[in-house]
């Protein structure tokens, strides 16, 4: 697996460098700007780029929108943003028509190398990988009059487990359930979000998700202005 690592902190920029190389993944390149980021992404087609969100030169949302342009050019690389806040939109605006092989981590996660390799794996595999507060946040906002506020306690947590792409038998085994009791939470899920049952694959399930919380809000705009 070859990687970059965009971060203008020195100290996380390396931290995030040993990290990875010792669990054998290539870090072909390490960066401190967004500039440098996306010319190297661009020359050196990684599988996957780690990316702060707020990045020089101008340290507002510099590497999210180095990341935007980056999946547009050249969508096959996954791309993992780093946050030192929890801003849910973020997720979204990377996600937008093509959710596979995105990522979403606070930055408080990074400190665990374990949560950081398997976003990696996930991401390089074409899978997502948010961070399970940004998924909490993102189902938990919706208390209006919509499908979600309609799902019981325990199918938001299901939920939530599903967008981070744990499989059905790795839900069973978080809530302390058995594999039929998640299949019927996710029936019910399903039926009260009005989500099309046709592809029944882990992957397409957790994108459906995502792809209808992202049509529950605006469209892309620079956090500072």
Do not use: C, W
């Not at 929108?65 to 050019?73: F, G, N, T, W, Y």
């Not at 906002?141 to 499989?167: K, Q, S, Y």
């Amino acid at each position: 697996m070859r990687l970059i690592v965009g971060e203008d902190n020195a100290l996380v920029r390396e931290g995030i460098v040993r990290i990875l190389e010792r669990d054998g993944v290539d870090v072909v390149d390490a960066v401190d700007n967004a500039d440098d980021m996306r010319r190297s992404a661009l020359d050196l087609k990684p599988d996957v780029v780690v990316a702060d969100i707020e990045m020089p030169p101008n340290y507002d949302d510099d590497g999210l929108r180095a990341a935007l342009e980056l999946r547009a050019a050249q969508p096959e690389i996954g791309i993992i943003l780093l946050s030192q806040f929890l801003d849910a939109n973020y997720a979204l605006d990377l996600v937008g028509t093509h959710p596979e092989g995105v990522g979403y981590l606070l930055k408080e996660k990074v400190a665990d190398p374990a949560s950081l390799l398997d976003a990696v794996r996930r991401v390089a595999a074409g899978g997502s990988a948010l961070d399970p507060d940004v998924i909490a946040h993102l189902v938990s906002r919706h208390n209006g009059p919509r499908p979600v506020a309609r799902l019981t306690p325990r199918e938001h947590e299901v939920l939530t487990l599903m967008a981070e792409g744990h499989t059905n038998a790795g839900i069973a085994e978080r809530l302390v359930v058995t594999v039929p009791a998640v299949e019927r939470h996710v029936t019910g899920i399903f039926t009260k979000l009005g989500l099309r049952k046709a592809d029944r694959t882990q992957h397409r399930r957790v994108l459906a998700v995502l792809a209808y919380l992202r049509n529950q809000r605006t469209p892309y705009t620079s956090r500072k202005g």
